[in-house]
């Protein structure tokens, strides 16, 4: 069927029922038919290089203000531990994640990022990478939020891939008493413009919408037709991520209603049938186990999975186990495989990746593109789950 126009997708707000099981059906032959019976997942470690951050999201609890006490950068030393450990668990992609330009805030930040050396985390990002490439085998998976054309060419030769999620094209999310208010970062137009970027400098991107923040349904409906049309001029979205707000204590938002399940499931069936059927639609498996509704609703791939790091953005929520994922995946009739942090259609683009990350792309991927997976669970009897880490692994600086 033809993509779904904005017009046609603001009439949907309200469908459920049987006009619900319709849609999602839409979306799930729109899946099978560009993707097949895989759902896809990438085995990653994350590193959240740094919790501080210059803008206030209102329901943020990753972000530290220098003057908690438990605001850090970590080290190199640091970041290479935390890496080789996801090296020997055969993970193959690193998540760099950090707060967007703190040392443009922060004094406490610019003195952090000069006794390492540094006097912008871009810089110190890309330095990084380098050691991550140098030390590892391992592939860098850069998502520093939002970036100029000179940034992203500086981290384009040292990574594989990069994302940002867009969020929301709401202006009216800055305003006081919103989500984005005093958040610098979160105008729709820089975020958009960073997409852009990214799209001329040719990066294989990952970009999402953040569901239940404060947006109308059109605005929702807005933000996934923004990202389609940047895809089409462009043709660098590889994935796009719809993810579910999740009201988390001691934050502003800490008693704001999340979107219901069918709420979720309406937004991934329109998104699917929205969005080219080349771009993978995502949606984060630890943040509501809901494996087979999601899958049943046109969804492709569970995103980046650890088994060794917990997820430091949600960090009350554990990644599943992927025996676990892999069995409910299979209950649905698809198979979970792994892959890359880039794409497949994009392994055959060399444009888009350097040749030093292409040869070591090449390394781990087998002929149609998909991770060689050499790691079966079974096989770690010592793997311990997101859970039994969480007090090892909060690796924190202070410097
Ligand atoms: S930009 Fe990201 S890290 Fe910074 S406050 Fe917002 S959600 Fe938190």
Redesign the pocket.
């Known amino acids: 069927m033809a993509q779904l126009s904005a017009e046609q997708a603001y009439k949907l707000e309200y469908v459920h029922g049987a006009q619900l099981d319709a849609l999602r059906e839409e979306a799930c032959d729109v899946r099978d038919h560009h993707w097949g019976k895989v759902i896809t997942y990438s085995r990653k470690v994350f590193i959240p290089l740094t919790n501080m ?1 210059r ?3 209102k ?2 609890t ?2 530290q203000h220098p003057e908690s006490g438990n605001a850090n950068i970590m080290t190199p030393a640091q970041v290479l531990t935390i890496v080789k450990q996801g090296e020997q668990a055969g993970c193959k992609e690193v998540l760099l994640s950090l ?2 330009k703190p040392e443009l805030r922060y004094r406490e930040a610019r003195q952090m990022l000069a006794k390492l050396g540094f006097t912008s985390m871009i810089d110190y990002v890309v330095n990084i990478c380098e050691l991550i490439l140098k030390e590892t085998n391992l592939l860098p998976h850069v998502n520093a ?1 939002t970036m100029d054309s000179a940034e992203f060419s500086k981290l384009k030769a040292v990574s594989a891939s990069m994302g940002m999620m867009l969020e929301t094209v709401s202006e009216r999310l800055l305003e006081k008493g919103q989500a984005h208010f005093s ?1 610098p ?2 105008v729709p137009a820089t975020r958009i413009a960073t997409i852009v970027s990214a799209g001329e400098l040719q990066v294989p991107y990952t970009t999402g919408i953040l569901v239940g923040i404060g947006e109308t349904w059109n605005e929702r409906v807005d933000s996934l037709v923004k990202i389609n049309e940047l895809h089409h001029k462009y043709g660098h979205i590889q994935e796009v991520i719809v993810q579910n707000f999740c009201a988390k204590d001691d934050t502003q938002m800490a008693e704001f209603p999340e979107p219901s399940l069918e709420d979720m499931l309406r937004t991934l069936a329109v998104a699917r049938l929205i969005l080219h059927p080349s771009i993978s639609l995502q949606a984060p498996p630890n943040l509501q186990e809901r494996y087979k509704d999601y899958i049943a609703s046109g969804i492709n791939d569970w995103g980046g999975i650890s088994p060794i790091t917990k997820d430091f953005i949600n960090p009350e929520r554990a990644w599943p186990q992927i025996t676990r994922l892999a069995q409910a995946t299979r209950e649905c009739g698809y198979q979970l495989q792994e892959r890359l942090t880039v794409y497949p259609s994009f392994l055959s683009q060399p444009t888009y990746v350097e040749p030093a990350i292409m040869q070591r792309l090449k390394q781990h991927c087998r002929e149609d593109g998909l991770a060689e997976q050499q790691f079966i669970e079974q096989s770690l009897p010592t793997l311990k789950t997101a859970h039994q880490f969480e007090s090892t692994t909060l690796y924190r600086v202070a410097l």
Do not use: Q, S, T
């Open positions: 951050c803008d206030e999201c329901y943020c990753f972000v707060g967007e939020g958040c970062d979160k």
